[in-house]
């Protein structure tokens, strides 16, 4: 559900998944509000195209959710990106987000060295895990380090 809303890369549709008075860290800004997460992800995105995201799930429990992602975009130059990272998540009682934390870090790629940013036939699920030696199974079917679920937006 997340993953595809965010490959969306429409703000409105997006920020309702947060509370009103949401509080994100993503990198090194801070953001607070629902109306300020729309700002910021339209600028994420005037900046970001192509943009093509893939969310795993790591770790929950009660109102508390921990995903690591990998996503590619390409900037206006040209130049082709591919950012990974982890997201940690805290749910209100209405289901709506009102923390997000994520940590991340990207380097550029070329344009053949896209895995992700292609079409749905091309991906390959759990890539960035199984390169961390994370996961065993290209389809994704297997959970890093044993244990819990699957991709965590099938």
């Not at 509370?19 to 990198?27: F, L, V, Y």
Request: proline share 2%; net charge negative.
């Amino acid at each position: 559900m997340a993953e595809a809303a965010w490959n969306t890369r429409d703000p409105e549709k997006v920020a309702l998944a947060y509370t009103e008075d949401s509080a994100w860290r993503n990198r090194a800004e801070f953001v607070k509000g629902r109306d300020a997460i729309r700002e910021f992800l339209r600028r994420k995105w005037a900046r970001e195209h192509d943009y093509k995201l893939r969310k795993y799930l790591w770790a929950f429990r009660d109102n508390r959710i921990s995903v690591c992602f990998e996503y590619e975009y390409r900037d206006g130059s040209g130049q082709w990106w591919r950012a990974y990272g982890n997201e940690n998540w805290e749910f209100n009682e209405e289901g709506l987000m009102r923390k997000r934390i994520a940590s991340i870090n990207e380097s550029p790629i070329t344009e053949g060295q896209r895995r992700i940013a292609v079409d749905d036939s091309d991906v390959v699920h759990n890539s960035w895990l199984q390169e961390q030696g994370l996961s065993g199974a290209v389809s994704g079917n297997d959970f890093p380090l044993g244990g819990g679920s699957t991709n965590s937006y099938s």
